[in-house]
C-alpha cells in the first residue's frame, strides 16, 4: 500500500487487503514503535516528570486500532505548545506513522531545528496540547543546546487516562535549548493510532 500526502494529509491510494473480518485484528499488522532520534551526542538520562507513569523497560506495543477505518483520509494533528496558559505556538512536526484497521501510512520528514520559540523561566513547564479528536497515550524526548554539547534524555511516560493534554519539563538551562518528543496518539473513536515527532525551541534568560 502506498501513501502520498497534500499539505499534511494522509492520502491513502489503496487499503491493505485483510484476511480476516474487519473485526479481527489483521495477520499482518504494523504497529509503530516510539523511538528518540539520539543523533544529539552527551545526552544523560533524567528522571521521570510527574504527568504519568514511568514506562517499564520493554518494547511498548500501542492498540490496535479498531474497525472501521476513517473514510477519508487521515489529518495529521499539529501539536501546540505554551507555558503557564501563555500564547501558544505550532511544534515543527517531523516524521509520523498513522496506522487504522485496513491501513498503514509512514511520512518521513526531516526535523531541523527551530529558530524561534518560547520564553520560559527556570522551573516553567511546557504544555503540549492536541486538537479535538486526539489523545496522548505516550510521550519520550530529549533537550540539548541550541548551541554546543551535552543534554538530557526524557524517558518514556505512559499516559494510560489518554489526555488532550501533557506537561512536560522546561529545558533547564540558560540560553536557549532545542527539545524533541515522540509521541504516541490516538483518536477518540479508537479508529487510529499514530506516532509523530516534534521539536521546538525554548529560551531562559541568563541571570
Not at 9 to 31: G, Q
Not at 76 to 98: E, K, L, Q, W, Y
Request: hydrophobic letters at 35%; aromatic letters at 4%.
Amino acid at each position: 500500500m502506498t501513501a502520498r500526502t497534500a499539505g499534511g494529509r494522509l492520502m491513502f491510494l489503496a487499503p491493505l487487503i485483510l484476511a480476516v473480518a474487519c473485526s479481527a485484528t489483521p495477520e499482518s499488522s504494523v504497529t509503530p514503535t516510539a523511538t528518540v532520534r539520539s543523533a544529539e551526542p552527551s545526552l544523560t538520562p533524567v528522571p521521570a516528570g510527574p504527568t504519568g507513569t514511568p514506562a517499564e523497560p520493554t518494547e511498548f506495543t500501542p492498540p490496535t486500532p479498531t474497525c472501521p477505518s476513517p473514510d477519508g483520509p487521515v489529518d495529521v494533528p499539529d501539536v501546540t505548545v505554551s507555558i503557564g496558559g501563555g500564547p501558544a505556538v505550532v511544534a515543527t512536526r517531523g516524521s509520523s506513522t498513522f496506522v487504522t484497521c485496513s491501513t498503514v501510512a509512514t511520512i518521513d520528514a526531516a526535523l531541523p531545528d527551530p529558530e524561534t520559540g518560547l520564553a520560559a523561566h527556570e522551573g516553567d513547564r511546557l504544555t503540549l496540547t492536541l486538537p479535538p479528536g486526539w489523545r496522548f497515550l505516550r510521550w519520550e524526548g530529549f533537550d540539548h543546546p541550541a548551541i554546543g554539547d551535552g543534554g538530557n534524555v526524557w524517558p518514556p511516560i505512559d499516559t494510560p487516562q489518554r489526555p488532550t493534554t501533557i506537561d512536560v519539563p522546561v529545558p533547564f538551562r540558560p540560553g536557549a535549548s532545542i527539545a524533541g518528543y515522540t509521541l504516541t496518539i490516538i483518536t477518540d473513536d479508537d479508529h487510529v493510532v499514530g506516532t509523530l515527532e516534534i521539536r521546538l525551541m525554548t529560551t531562559i534568560a541568563s541571570t
